[in-house]
């Protein structure tokens, strides 16, 4: 089992920035790849990014350059740093991991809670 805990939500304006952060516990051994996902009001949930165990980088590429992705496998940690940020944003982000590369797939095994971040216009 892997337990996953996000933080660093919060209310942001519009144009600013927000980091959120995941850590991983229990069997991290397990974990290959590493992604967060985002679920706005009333849509489904969607795939953000995610960073394998090789630091392979996948994005939605309507977010690619705005949002950026890393991991320290130490601490078993995945950060997504949020720039330029727009109401379009608003939404509870998930922090995901997986024991294989799943690409933007969703099928992934542990789930955190999520954070959220509401940015206003």
């Known amino acids: 089992q892997v337990q996953l805990v996000e933080s660093g939500g919060g209310l942001v304006q519009a144009g600013g920035s927000l980091r959120i952060s995941c850590v991983a516990s229990?069997?991290?051994?397990?974990?290959?790849?590493m992604a967060w996902f985002r679920q706005a009001p009333g849509k489904e949930r969607e795939f953000v990014a995610a960073?394998?165990?090789?630091?392979?980088?996948y994005f939605t590429d309507s977010l690619k350059g705005r949002f950026t992705i890393s991991r320290d496998n130490a601490k078993a940690t995945v950060v997504l740093h949020m720039n330029s940020l727009g109401p379009v944003d608003t939404a509870v982000y998930y922090c995901?991991?997986?024991?294989?590369?799943?690409?933007?797939?969703?099928?992934?095994?542990?789930w955190g809670r999520g954070t959220q971040v509401t940015v206003s216009s």
């Open positions: 960073i394998s165990g090789t630091a392979r980088i």
């Open positions: 995901a991991t997986h024991s294989d590369d799943l690409g933007q797939a969703p099928e992934f095994s542990y």
């Open positions: 229990g069997h991290t051994g397990d974990i290959y790849t």
